[in-house]
């Protein structure tokens, strides 16, 4: 019988009608951050992007679903092997795992924890998707979205998260995936687009976001799942934890938001919807690795450093001439970092574990603890990620054609527009005359950045 798995008897813990209810209704708030991720992406790029850059995280739902059933879940959460990876064969196709039996130590079935970790594994590859907007071919991320998971994420995960796992075994404190998932996904995301190269047009011309109500659509879904994808993370409710994660997520997310604004407004001189929609964000990836770890007080501190800091780092792209499109470095790498980090410095040792921070007496070890793991995921994941990209890309392209990245990506990919506005003129024709001498009505039509 492989390590996780105990069967019901006296002497084991008891399965939980209420930890179980409660578990699977994270795992579907954090299903739902992916087609969430979907909206705040498709929202920030043009029009002619829209389609694309939803299919981009919505084909990892698919992808990634069948991968983990048939041996994520054994590589991921297998015994482990050499600290490394894990594999058990009763995990294979799921299906050498009895209904009653529990995950080891803990209320709930193996299957709902298989579930839970199962988005995980989805969403963090349709993070990266966002520093690729315009110009990967559709067939090529697919590809690249099944070969990344199964060398990078699932052993990743494993070292993080897996009985044996190197970093677990350390005592790096992770508690629901900001090396896993976020350094995980913004390294993979930086080592891609070094290999890939910049946007036809990038610093040259405007690429604004075509739809900010679509975007803060999907920061609010983003923000209303994030509970199940933190709190969920302690696996059950019998001892306050998660309670307080779900705090801390709501306090650092909403310090992160006003730190980014405040930064915003002094720096630019506005508040803009982007800004706050970004800096949620950016709290919410914070406090991901460290609010199990913190109180409140220390969740504000989170929150506020992280949304300044990534506000500042969205525009290291320019600085340094790599093509982030949707600022994936920006606020995921360096939010995870942040928040990793931090749980050295505010680790208060009274929640989660009894491991403390720097500010309250543990010195500096939990702070090189930390540091290692983040160290480790982020070379790990930028190294493969971009061998994985070069391959792809010496083989089948990565990139559509330049003049296909013009066009449109949508029609090209997908036959298909976002929106279709072939009976928006009401029927009636256009006014064609000019009051301007020698003036026309196609000389004075305004040109639209698609």
């Known amino acids: ?17 209420a930890n179980t209810g409660f578990m699977l209704i994270c795992s579907a708030l954090v299903m739902l951050m992916t087609p969430a991720l979907a909206f705040f992406y498709g929202g920030m790029v043009r029009v002619k992007s829209t389609l694309n850059m939803l299919m981009m995280s919505f ?12 041996f994520g879940f054994s590589l991921a959460f297998g015994t482990d092997i050499g600290s490394v990876v894990g594999w058990s064969s009763d995990y294979l196709g799921l299906s050498g795992i009895g209904v009653t039996q529990l995950w080891d130590g803990y ?8 579930v839970f970790q199962l988005m995980f594994a989805v969403l963090t590859p349709a993070l990266i998707s966002g520093a690729l907007a315009d110009r990967v071919k559709f067939t090529s991320w697919a590809l ?11 052993p990743v995960a494993h070292w993080v998260w897996g009985a044996g796992g ?10 629901a995936g900001g090396t896993a998932v976020h350094i995980n996904a913004g ?15 990038f610093k040259k011309d405007p690429m604004r976001p075509h739809s900010l109500p679509l975007v803060m659509l999907g920061a609010g879904l983003l923000w209303f799942g994030w509970f199940g994808f933190n709190a969920g993370s302690w696996l059950g409710n019998d001892d306050g934890v998660g309670a307080v994660m ?20 002094l720096r630019h001189g506005s508040f803009t919807t982007l800004g706050a929609a970004s800096g949620a964000v950016a709290g919410l990836v914070a406090i991901t690795p460290s609010g199990g770890a913190v109180s409140p007080l220390g969740a504000i501190a989170v929150g506020a450093i992280a949304g300044v800091l990534c506000a500042m780092a969205v525009g290291l792209k320019y600085r340094f001439g790599y093509d982030d499109s949707l600022d994936v470095v920006g606020v995921h790498l360096v939010g995870g970092i942040a928040g990793s980090l931090l749980v050295g410095l505010f680790a208060t040792g009274g929640v989660q574990s009894e491991a403390k921070g720097l500010f309250y007496g543990g010195g500096l070890e939990q702070l090189g603890k930390q540091a290692v793991g983040v160290f480790a995921v982020l070379a790990y994941s930028l190294v493969v990620s971009a061998i994985l990209a070069f391959l792809l890309d010496r083989t089948i392209g990565m990139r559509v054609p330049e003049d296909d990245e013009i066009s449109g ?10 929106y279709d506005f072939s009976g928006a003129g009401g029927g009636t024709a256009p006014r064609t005359t000019s009051s301007a001498p020698g003036g026309s009505a196609a000389a004075k039509t305004k040109k639209v950045d698609a």
Do not use: C
């Open 1 to 17: 019988m492989p390590p996780g798995i105990t069967t019901l008897a006296a002497d084991t813990p008891t399965l939980s009608a």
């Open 59 to 70: 084909i990892s739902l698919g992808i990634v679903t069948i991968l983990w059933v048939l």
């Open 107 to 114: 209320t709930i079935p193996v299957y709902v924890f298989a």
């Open 144 to 154: 690249f979205i099944t070969l990344w998971v199964t060398v990078v994420y699932f």
């Open 166 to 175: 190197w970093l677990f075994e350390m005592g790096v404190i992770d508690f």
């Open 187 to 201: 390294a993979a995301a930086l080592g891609v687009i070094l290999v890939i190269g910049k946007r036809v047009g």
């Open 246 to 265: 779900f705090v801390n997520t709501q306090v650092a997310t909403a310090a992160a938001m006003l730190a980014w604004l405040g930064y915003e407004k």
């Open 409 to 418: 990506i949508d029609q090209v990919e997908h036959a298909e527009t976002a």
